[in-house]
Structure formats: structure tokens, C-alpha cells
């Protein structure tokens, strides 16, 4: 997925276990932007194992990490 395609507040699927788990976009972070440190562009998101996100993991993703929920 391409980062213009990333839309806050959507929610996506991790390629590598498309059928586990739900990732929620928060926030674009360009390279060496913010608490982005890396030489390339993250979302950060937050990863449950639920849709209702009562617990969740802030992590940081690359766009080509991410798929559309089907």
C-alpha cells in the first residue's frame, strides 16, 4: 500500500497475517519526523487482536506492511 493511500482512522490488516488481527491508522510520520527516527516513512498505529481496540499496542509500520480490511 502506498502512503497517500493510508486514511486515519481506517482499518487495515498486516500482510505478512491477514487473517489475524486489526490495525488502526493514527498518524503519517515522514522520515526523520517526529519520534521517527528511520530513514523512511511509518504509520503509527495501534494493533489489537480485536475490532473494538479495548487493548492495543502502539506500533509503527511501514505502508507496504499494511492491507486493506476486507
Known sequence: ???QDIVIG???RL???P???YVKA???LKRKEGENT???TVIKC????DKN???CFIRYFRPCDLIKNS
Not at 46 to 49: E, L
Open 1 to 3: 500500500m502506498r502512503t
Open 10 to 12: 481506517e482499518l487495515y
Open 15 to 17: 500482510r505478512t497475517s
Open 19 to 21: 487473517d489475524y488481527g
Open 26 to 28: 493514527e498518524k503519517v
Open 38 to 40: 528511520n530513514n523512511f
Open 46 to 49: 495501534k494493533h489489537s487482536s
Open 53 to 55: 481496540f479495548d487493548f
